[in-house]
């Protein structure tokens, strides 16, 4: 059994005018240990995703149905107080502006501490001790006196740093990065990127992380779900989603990227563009979500949805024409 | 060569912090400090670095959005950073801006007709409203936005139009030089690669000349002619964009390349990870400004601070490690290929 299985996950907004389906049945799992990447632009429901896996949606206008199972329990069955025991504890997020997830009135060893001592009980003294403990695997530099400090006194990449000292505190099974490098320069970016592969190993939590960039896919993810308008369009390890991609979007995606050295071969190329716009959510999309903007539509792709099938081992798209690899029985 | 549309010599802007009750100045931000440069007609120049490098305000010091605390900027010959307003404001029609977030940069009570009009009616370029209808339709055509959509607003515009809206109003006075400041840095991949692509049309339709400020490498690199990596206020490296790439000869640059995630499982290519964050351009380190990060850095980078100096044809770096004997040069070879993972 996987460590977290959702099933069919629809999470709708009411608007004024039509119901929103930002996410619109989305299935995938998680096996304990593993890193997987949620890719897509923005308004894809990579997010969307995330917050509904933390019962983080407010209801309404928010609605979430299907199934969200972690460790065999159901989350969209739990009481409030049940979810309050998991946020923080079994699972935790990391958000993408470390300068508002922090509070400013607060010293960063009192932050890392309040989750200790809601969770796991400890004292004062205790979950400071701790904290200090987490600064210093999180390779904050003199973390006696940082854990003194505020959060303006710190950079953005130490900042990134502390919120990942709080998720990481209580030794969670799953973290949820939402974008954790986005607002930070690439130097920094590299240090956080290394620091999360390498807590990976000494942690050993899975990690979900939600991105809009590639780059960062490549990096850390050991499996891809492509999200394109509330649904999935493709999943697969990582080396087979860059190497071979299905569904016209990755490919319309991963062609739109200038690669960096793509000076030195010496051609001049031209970007890939992906024509159009994605399509309101708020109107049922009738076939394929792509259809509007894939260089390779049909009548088949604007009647009837393509269901997401196992093209190659281990890959899936969702597309009536992606090549089909012979599986060898 | 012929002479550049654009030169900026020795450009310096100091921000004074003012604090206390009486406002006194404590102290400065030396937020450029030095920078030169030149565009020639119908170049682009990329301007990188991260936040707080100072890119940004060697753009909006160009483009004189505030006054400038020493050196010089020459728009085709003519020096514009001591001018009065008066003889300054032709010169304007001269250099044109796309910001980078198109949601905050029009007015969202004016039309697009309007916001296109608003600039050629500024300089009073069209003869009548028929020739003012028909620069605007022209506008419309070469942003590729269909010619009936000038009768709407921009709220009923997705962010890539938008930036095309903006585009457009640069266009409208018919500009030698446009500033883009990470005017492609908020949009999504796919609709990225439409701006890139149209601003390098628009360039070889109209001849323009590009200042382009981006921390996005990987576009920089696709779209430049020539790239100046800035750190904490000053150009540490200027060079023809294949030899930047190819060849970095600033540690700063290389580690920059290096960290640059590309979308390349497992590729083979060696990591510098900087330390630590970059220093406070309040007070700078003294000797060479990066010594404190490099891991190259020896006795000499923390006293003596490095000149911009040519290291071969066209390449500019600020380092000493170019004095010592090849040997002694870590970057004495051809090191981009190793960092970025090229195949």
């Given at each position: 059994m996987a460590l977290l299985e959702v099933e069919n996950l629809q999470t709708h907004f009411r608007t004024p005018d039509g119901v929103n389906r930002a996410v619109d049945g989305l299935s995938f799992s998680v096996e304990a240990g593993e890193t997987v990447a949620i890719v897509g632009e923005s308004g894809c429901g990579k997010s969307v995703t995330s917050m509904s896996i933390l019962r983080l949606i407010p209801e309404p206008p928010g609605k979430i149905a299907g199934s969200i199972r972690f460790n065999g329990r159901d989350l969209l069955k739990l009481s409030d107080r049940e979810m309050r025991a998991v946020r923080g504890n079994e699972i935790s997020m990391i958000f993408q502006e470390p300068m508002t997830s922090l509070n400013p009135v607060l010293t960063v060893g009192r932050q890392i501490g309040e989750t200790l001592r809601l969770h796991q009980g400890m004292s004062a003294s205790q979950a400071e001790a701790r904290a200090v403990e987490m600064l210093k695997l999180v390779g904050i530099p003199e973390p006696q006196r940082r854990v003194?400090?505020?959060?303006?006194?710190?950079s953005g990449g130490m900042r990134q740093r502390v919120m990942i000292a709080i998720a990481l505190a209580c030794n969670p099974k799953l973290l949820i990065a939402d974008e954790p490098t986005t607002a930070l320069d690439v130097t920094i970016q590299a240090q956080i990127l290394d620091l999360m592969r390498d807590l990976k190993r000494t942690v050993g939590a899975a990690i979900v992380i939600i991105t809009h960039d590639l780059g960062v896919v490549a990096e850390v993810a050991e499996r891809v779900i492509v999200m394109y308008a509330g649904r999935k369009v493709e999943e697969a390890a990582v080396d087979k989603l860059f190497g071979a991609p299905r569904h016209p979007y990755t490919q319309g995606l991963l062609g739109s990227m200038p690669k960096l050295?793509?000076?030195?071969?010496g051609e001049e190329t031209r970007l890939q563009e992906i024509p159009g716009l994605v399509p309101s959510l708020k109107k049922k999309i009738e076939g394929c979500v792509f259809a509007s903007r894939c260089p390779h539509t049909t009548d088949l792709c604007r009647k009837v949805a393509p269901a997401l099938e196992e093209k190659a081992p281990g890959h899936i798209a969702a597309c009536h024409y992606a090549i089909k690899e012979a599986v060898a029985a | 060569m012929s002479t550049p549309i654009l030169e900026v010599n020795d450009l310096k802007k100091h921000f004074p912090i003012r604090a206390g009750f009486f406002g006194g100045t404590t102290g400065y931000v030396y937020a450029v400090d030095g920078v030169s440069f030149s565009i020639a007609k119908g170049e682009t120049l990329s301007l990188v670095g991260e936040s707080g490098c100072g890119k940004s305000t060697v753009g909006k010091a160009i483009l004189r959005l505030f006054d400038i605390t020493a050196g010089q900027v020459v728009l085709d010959g003519q020096?514009?950073?001591?001018?009065a307003p008066g003889t300054l404001r032709p010169m304007r029609r001269r250099m044109q801006v796309v910001f980078q977030d198109p949601f905050s940069s029009l007015n969202p009570r004016m039309r697009v007709r309007d916001l296109l009009a608003e600039p050629i009616r500024n300089f009073g370029l069209a003869k009548d409203s028929a020739d003012l209808e028909r620069r605007v339709g022209e506008l419309m055509d070469r942003v590729r936005l269909p010619r009936d959509a000038v009768n709407r607003w921009p709220h009923e515009f997705s962010g890539g139009q938008r930036q095309r809206i903006c585009i457009a109003r640069a266009l409208a006075p018919e500009p030698d030089l446009i500033i883009c400041d990470e005017a492609v840095s908020a949009l999504d991949v796919s609709v990225k690669a439409q701006i890139v692509n149209l601003l390098q049309d628009l360039q070889k339709e109209l001849g323009l000349a590009l200042l382009f400020i981006s921390h996005d490498l990987a576009i920089v690199e696709h779209m430049t002619h020539r790239v100046a990596v800035m750190y904490l206020g000053k150009i540490v490296e200027v060079a023809p964009r294949r030899q930047l790439f190819a060849a970095p000869k600033h540690p700063y640059t290389e580690a920059l390349l290096s960290a640059v995630p590309v979308p390349e499982p497992g590729a083979a290519r060696e990591r510098i990870i900087l330390k630590g964050d970059v220093p406070s351009p309040i007070k700078p380190p003294k000797g060479c400004r990066f010594h404190t990060r490099?891991?190259?850095?020896?006795?000499?980078c923390r006293q003596d601070e490095p000149e911009l100096r040519q290291t071969e044809d066209g390449h500019f770096a600020a380092c000493?490690?170019?004095?010592?004997?090849a040997a002694e040069n870590p970057l004495a070879g051809a090191r981009g290929a190793a960092v970025i993972a090229h195949h």
């Open positions: 003194k400090e505020y959060p303006h006194q710190l050295g793509s000076s030195l071969t | 020096r514009i950073d001591d001018m490099c891991p190259y850095a020896f006795d000499r000493h490690l170019h004095d010592r004997p």
